[in-house]
Every structure is written in structure tokens, then in C-alpha cells.
């Protein structure tokens, strides 16, 4: 046979043992030191089963180099000899490349691996500890734990590749050689400091995954120190003593030597922190516990186990905070911090890294731990069995209560241990630590073959891995809720469930303030063998999380109850929810939002399909709405019947926008995020792109309500048009919006402040003309004040000439007479506000262009008329200020609230409007970016102001979707109060941060309003 094909030959059995590099795997193979084995088939299958057959062949050349030439030919004859051997040694050099380079920097620790004994499969911390107590030569105390520790570490990773234990027993087994570390560790700064030693009790308590035994291969171990005097030593001086030994036990551990290092000990789960000190004593710590700690402390200490040192001490410990851990969940705070730690779950998530992530994110490692240990406080209060410190261990014992059905139990066990086992896998390569999936497809290749799968590795791990995160995450949602449905459910006899008591502990934890009602609710919902029930039992457990997420789950709960009654029947209805999930989740927001959303949904249900629609919540344009409302008046057989159909319209597109507003809240929330938005708050809690939201969704808001009212008041006017004269009015009619409507500022509560003006038709006289105009504008009101119970629409024409005491309604040539010899300055502020809403369009411009003068006179004002304004202002604020309110937080009249910026803002185009066509408009936001880019205004001041009247604003619109009336001042209730932060970007538990915002904006609006409005 040529060369060539003995080459072929050769590179086609190498490919078929999974070498990535055949040429150079040839070359390994025929290097000297192999030459007694190079071709031995055994040597071949071996490496061929290795994650990594490259990887594994080269570091095995470099075994080999390194070993003394007397000892070569025994490490090959050895591993030819023994399976066992050449399975572990050739399984953890095809994994590992950091430990294939700790076995060239200790060429006979191979030999650790040759014992292949019953009692070797399963070491416990005694083993551990002989293991790490030998001295290595030539090596100081603190190295030689170094390369001890390596060298157990390189055992358990030859029994994890091989199979030998499962992932489990591996994370067990490292806990326990870090539990065997720490203690050779604390004896050697004992041995150091012996007067130290002497003169306290220190006790190391495991925590986190080290506590939990369930530790990676690469982490921080984390540690709590309690201390006691010993030998009649003065608390202080034991104290003292205890902090130096901790101290030195951490850097032996933690430091970088030519022997590596083991790994870093963490004792910021301690009371404080790393602000705390590091070392207390038992009742220092209990006193913290019983009157600082925060709910997610007691989490912490779940796992909390005496490791090191004193254990008698530990013991005492762990005894003596274990009846706190179990009443964390009867805490007044505890919903409030179980949101915010679910939150800080998701914000922990680096958004460059979300879809590597394998512990922070979706369907990590977090949400199987995080689920299983909110379980346990909940339910470990009342029950014992569920207060084990592992993950796996809680999670069987959750299932076997009844507090976790089997099969998810079983279902989230299994993608729990192939997540950790990944996770170990990509640790043992390099012995770093993390949590990423690699991206290069050699790593990928390498893990996918070390976890089974060698038709097509990298594939079917990807697939793999999708299918466990979704399943996590998928679980993680269900979890708390479809226990809570099976106790209520009652379809399955056999099964173990909650008891009513259990489920209403669930329940309170999750935040729903009256448990017993949310069952019964459940209970409707979800009990009997209709499809509707079974539909209803696959929708609530997400539901009622997205509920549990609101400032009120319980109203939320109560309305879905409600939509679903009167849409039960409908067909499509519970598909949308089931096959939409942005519908669902969209309606789950709205009915826990507050009152005003929920009200309208519930008087017009089959408005639920608009959250369906990806564009179902855009609001519609005031053609389009006039167009409709009109069309339906036209169809009403009466007046009344005609202001039914156009409320109906109105109620709809009400809900739309609020739907809008609220979902737009939504979306912005949870994430974290401590930043500073527009408001330049950098409030903690506050959402990071809050000032840009807030700001879109009030302009959507204002331009949204308005227009609506416009159209509406266009309907009311056909309607009272046509209930006495039919198509066509002997007068001209136009209806003039001013104040918010004129702006297209309103709120969802706002009043419709208008003008009414006529103008005679050729041929009718004077008197008919203003008797025609007066029925209408009498009837518009009459309509629109019909009791209903949608939100009114209240029309106030108070702002015309002569207030209260002047006609309704005048002509156009009346308007310009008053308005020549009588006008006062604060008429012509008001307005600037004009605008044509409802009516003859050309009699509408014709009134624009009457007022022009007036609003933006030529030259501007003078200084008696600038006084005048000021001098009203200040009445203002001295008078019309409620009783009892708080100056510092009413939105309207409030220091740096509404009125404050536009009257500001009302000045300048009054003074300036003459000369800048950019002033010249009825928005308030739009005239002060035009009165900053004509140079009226810094920039600084101008944003100061915006953001002032935006946050105001956007207070007064969260106020009345969550009462469901409107309201100048924050809620006093809690609950609305919450709801209200919410809405605002806030997280739970950061209503006083809003607070202060809120001051600290209107504070330094105040000032600008000083400056530019009175001249101060």
C-alpha cells in the first residue's frame, strides 16, 4: 500500500474517532513518547469516547513528556492495564484543559486516579480532609492546600465525565471538599495566629450554593462568621481576634500563587453586607435579623450550614436564626420584597448576554431556584419537610407535600440538572467561572460531546438547551398558580393538593390581600369539565402572575372574573387570550391597573379584541372619529338615543387609549433599571426610559381625549341639530374648545372647556338666529348631562365674556364688540387656548382670526398688563389652593405644578407671540420648545419646566385611571398609591422615591417660574 493510502487510511479512522485535526492528531500520535502506543486500539477508543479526542491526545503527550523518564512506561502500561484509569484520566484531559495543565505542573498526580475502589465513588468531608492534610514538598502550608485541592478537584472531575455520579453528587462532592478547604484553611491561620485562636470561638457558616451543597466548579463560596469570646477574653478583644483568623482563612483561599488560586470566599451575605463587619456575635447577628433584615436575607439563609471551625457554635447559629427564616413570610413587607426580588431577577440579566445566559436568564438556573425557594418560605412556615438547604432536595419535597404538582416537579428537576450539568461542563474547561454558553463551534462541539450527544453535537445541544429553557420558563410562571387551580379545580381526586390554608398562604405571599375571595374566584373560573373551565385552568396560571405583579392583584383577578362572565359565551373571546399571548397579557395588565380601564372594559366587554391587535390600540385620528360618531347619531331614531350611541363610541376609544396608556406603563417597568430618565431624577427604582415614556404617553393621551371629545361634541350637536330643525340651523354654529381641550391637553377626567359662537344665515334675523343658537347649545348640554354611568363629558362655558353672568352663546360681531371695548388681560390669556373643535369650520377660523389680536398683541404687554397677570397668579395661589392640601405635591396649583409653567409659558407668547409664529399655537409644550429656540428661554430652563408639566400631568392621568375619578393630588389609600408609582415607572416599594421626585422637579420648576415669571 503507498504512503498516500496508508494516510487516507489513517486520517479516516481519525475522523471516525471524532478528531477535529486528523494531520495533527497523526503527528501526536507518532511522537516518541506514544511509540509503544500509538497504535493500540484500546488507546484509540479511548480517546475517540473523550468530549474532546484532540484535546485529550495533546495534553496526554504532555502527561507523558512531563513525567520522569523511569516513570513513562509506567503511566502507559497503566493506562492500557486499567479501564477505569484511561476512562477517568483521558474523560477529564478531553474536558478540562486547566486541569490537563495542573497534571504538567504535578505529572504524578495521575496517580490519584488510579484507586478505583467502592469507597473512592463517594468521598465525604472526612475523606476530603485527609486528602488535603498531606504536605506537599518544597511547598509552604497555604500552596500545598493549593495543589491538594486541585488534585481532589481533578477526582471528582474524573468521576463526573465518566458517569460515576450524577450531577448532584457532583455539586455534593464539591461542596464538601469546599467545607474540607475552609476548615485546613481556618487550621492554617490558626496555626499562624495561635493567641488569636485561643482567645475566640469562630464558627464559618456555608451559605449560598456551598451551603446548599450544590456548589459549582468555579464560584465564589459564600460564608456568614459568628464569633464568641473563649478563655474569659473580653468580647471586644475576641472579636478582634476572630476578624484577623476569618480574614487570613479567606486570603489563603482567595490568593494568586504559582499554584493558582482555589477560589474566592465572600462574606457579603453577612447583616450589612460588606458595609457590616465581618465578624459578629451570635446575639448581634439576632438582633439584626429580628429588626433590620429584608426578606431576601432570610432567603439567603435558607441555605445556612455550620462548615468550619466551631460547629457547636454553628449549630447554635443556625439554631437561633432558623425560627426567623420561617416567619420572614408573615412580614408586613414580605410581598413587597418578594416583587422586588423577582424583579431583581430579571434586571440582573446583562441584556448583551441575555441569550447566553444560563443562570440569569429566561428559563435559567435563577427561575428554577428562585420559584423553589419562594415555595419554601411560603409553605416551609407550617411544614417541616420543606426545609432542606438543596434546590433538588426542596423541589422533591415541595412535590411530595402536594405544593408542586409531580410531573412539573419532575419536569423542572430534569432541565435543572441538564442546566447545571452544562454549566459545570463549560466551568471545567478552563476552571473560570461563568455562566455563558461559548459561541466558537469547537466549544460548542466539545460540551455537546461530553453531554451524549455525538451524531450532531453542536445541534442537538442547541436543541437541547431551548427545550429545558423554555420548559423552565415555562414552569417557573405555573408554578405558584396551578397547585392554587388544582386545590379549587377538584378534577383529579387521586392527586395530592393544597389544603385551603396552604393556598391561602400562597396567595397573601404572592401579594392578594383577601385569599379567600381569590380562590372562590378561581374556583368559578376554573372548576367542571367545560371547555371553558379548561381553557380558563391553562390561561390563570399566567394570568394570575401578571396579576400578583400589580399594585392590585386582587381587583385584577375580580375583574378578569367579571370580563369573563359576561364574555363567557362568546366564542372568541377565551381563543384570543389562549392563541394571542400579547392579549392576555395586555388584559391582565389593564384589569389591575385601577378603576377607570376595567369600568369601561366592563360596559362594553367585546372591546377585549382590540388588545389582540397589534395596531388594536393605536388611537384613531378625529376624522375618523367624527365621521363614526356622526354616522351613528344619524342611525338613532332621537336625541337621547344619538348621545347613547356616541357615548358608546366614546367609551370605546376611552378604553383604547387608556388600554395604551397602561400597557405603555407596563412596558417599561420591572426592568431595574436605577437610572436617570428625562425627569433627571436618578431616583432608585425608577425606570431608566421613564422621562421619554411618560412624555410620549402623555401627548398620546392629550391629543387622544381631546380629539375623542371633539368628535363627541360634534355628535352632540348633530344630535340637537336634528331633534328640532332637522339638517340645516338658521344660524351658523361653532363650538370653540379652550383651556386642556383647546391645547389637546386633556386628561381622562377632564372638563370640556368651550366658547359658543353663531353667525345669522342670509335671510334670518338677529333674534331667530341667537334663539336657535341658545336651544342648541341648551340641548348639547342637556344631552350630554343624561345620567350614565360612563365617564362625563361635562361642558364648561364659563370662560366667555362676563363669566357666569353673560350669555351662552354670542354671534361672532358680539364676540368683536365685547372683545374691543371690554376685554380684561385675563381674557385674552385665555385665549390663547382658542381652537375650533366642533360646527362650522369657516365660522371657527373666522373667530381665530378675530381673537389673533388679542392673544398675541402687537408689541406685546405692556407693564401694567404684566402685572396684572402676575397679580392674578398670585391670587390665585393664595385662594384656590384646597384646604389642607400639600402646596408641594397639588399638580395643578401646587409649587412647580401645572398652572405654575403655563402661566410662564402663557406670558412669553403673549409678550413674544407678535414677533415668533412659533408661540403661536395652543399646545403648551410645543410653545415653550418654541419660545427655547427663539432664545426666551435656556435650555435648561426650558427642559426643567417641560419635565415639571409632563410629570404633573402624567400624575394627574395615573390618578384617574386608578380611582376611577379625577384628582389634582397623589391617592392617600396605600394600595391606589402603589398603583399609582406603578404607572409612574416605579418599582414596588419605591412609593416615597416618587415622592421625592415629584418634589424635587417642581422644586426646581418653582425656581425657573420665579425667575421668568415674576421676575424675582
Known sequence: MTGLGRRSSTFTRLLRYGFSDAAAAERLLGAPELAAVHSDPVLLDALGAAADPDLALGALVRLVEAQPQADRQALLGTLLASKPLRDRLLGVLGASEALGDHLVRHPGDWQALVTFEASDLHPGVADFERALAGRSEGLCPSDSLRASYRRCLLAIAARDVTGSIDVAQTAA????????????????????????????????????????????????????????????????????????????????????????????????????????????????????????????????????????????????????????????????????????????????????????????????????????????????????????????????????????????????????????????????????????????????????????????????????????????????????????????????????????????????????????????????????VSRKAAIQRTLLPVLLGWFADSADPDAGLLNFHKVSDALGRTPWYLRLLRDEGAAAENLARVLSAGRLAPDLLLRAPEAVALLGDPGGLRPRGREALEQEVLAAVGRAESAEAAIVAARGVRRRELFRTAAADIIGAYGRTGNGAHATGEHGTGSRGHAETAGSDISARVDLVGNAVSELNAATLAGALRAAVRAEWGDTLPTRFAVIGMGRFGGHEQGYGSDADVLFVHEPREGVSDEEAAKAAFAVAGEMRRLLQLPTTDPPLLVDADLRPEGKSGPMVRSLASYGAYYRRWSLVWESQALLRAEPVAGDPDLGRRFIELVDPLRYPVEGLGEDAVREIRRLKARMESERLPRGADPTTHTKLGRGGLSDVEWTVQLLQMQHGWAEPGLRTTRTREALAAARAAGLVSTDDARILDEAWVLA????????????????????????????????????????DMLDDYRRTTRRARAVVEELFYGA
Not at 412535590?399 to 432541565?415: F, K
Not at 392578594?512 to 367542571?528: I, K, Q, V
Not at 392621568?957 to 380611582?963: F, I
Open 953 to 992: 400631568t402624567s400624575v394627574r392621568n395615573a390618578v384617574m385611571l386608578v380611582r376611577g375619578r379625577a384628582g389634582d393630588t397623589f391617592p392617600a389609600d396605600p394600595r391606589e398609591l402603589g398603583a399609582v408609582a406603578r404607572y409612574m415607572g416605579y418599582e414596588p416599594g419605591h412609593v416615597g
Open 173 to 528: 462532592e464539591l461542596a464538601d471538599l469546599a467545607t474540607a478547604t475552609l476548615r485546613a484553611a481556618l487550621r492554617i491561620a490558626c496555626d499562624e495566629h495561635p493567641e488569636d485562636a485561643a482567645a475566640c470561638r469562630l464558627a464559618v457558616i456555608g451559605m449560598g450554593k456551598c451551603g446548599g451543597q450544590e456548589l459549582n466548579y468555579v464560584s465564589d463560596v459564600d460564608v456568614v462568621f459568628v464569633a464568641e469570646a473563649a478563655n474569659g477574653t473580653e468580647e471586644a478583644v475576641a472579636l478582634r481576634s476572630a476578624t484577623r483568623l476569618a480574614s487570613r482563612m479567606m486570603r489563603v483561599c482567595s490568593d494568586v500563587t504559582p499554584e493558582g488560586t482555589i477560589w474566592p470566599v465572600d462574606a457579603n451575605l453577612r447583616p450589612e453586607g460588606r458595609n457590616g463587619p465581618l465578624v459578629r456575635t451570635l446575639s448581634s447577628h439576632l438582633a439584626y435579623y429580628q429588626r433590620w433584615a429584608k426578606t431576601w436575607e432570610f432567603q439567603a439563609l435558607l441555605k445556612a450550614r455550620p462548615v468550619a471551625g466551631d460547629l457547636d457554635l454553628g449549630q447554635a447559629y443556625v439554631d437561633a436564626v432558623s425560627p426567623l427564616v420561617w416567619q420572614a413570610a408573615e412580614r408586613d413587607n414580605f410581598v413587597t420584597d418578594v416583587q422586588q426580588m423577582r424583579h431583581r431577577v430579571i434586571a440582573s440579566i446583562p441584556v448583551t448576554h441575555v441569550d447566553r445566559e444560563l443562570k440569569l436568564g429566561p428559563g435559567g438556573l435563577r427561575d428554577v431556584e428562585f420559584a423553589v425557594q419562594l415555595l419554601q418560605l411560603v409553605h416551609g412556615r407550617s411544614d417541616a419537610t420543606l426545609r432542606g438547604t438543596s434546590t433538588l432536595g426542596a423541589l422533591s419535597a415541595l412535590a411530595a407535600g402536594g405544593y408542586v404538582g409531580r410531573a412539573d416537579a419532575a419536569s423542572l428537576d430534569s432541565a435543572y440538572r441538564f442546566l447545571r450539568s452544562l454549566e459545570h461542563r463549560i466551568q471545567l474547561y478552563r476552571l473560570r467561572r461563568t455562566h455563558l454558553m461559548p459561541e466558537a463551534e469547537a466549544d460548542l462541539r466539545r460540551l455537546g460531546r461530553s453531554l451524549g450527544h455525538r451524531t450532531e453535537p453542536v445541534a442537538e445541544l442547541g436543541k437541547e438547551w431551548k427545550r429545558h429553557a423554555r420548559e423552565v420558563r415555562r414552569l417557573h410562571e405555573k408554578l405558584f398558580y396551578r397547585p392554587l387551580l388544582d386545590a379549587v379545580a377538584q378534577l383529579e381526586p387521586g392527586e395530592t393538593r393544597l389544603s385551603p390554608k396552604a393556598a391561602g398562604q400562597r396567595l397573601e405571599a404572592l401579594g392578594y390581600a383577601d385569599p379567600a375571595a381569590a380562590l372562590r374566584h378561581l374556583e368559578a373560573l376554573a372548576s367542571g
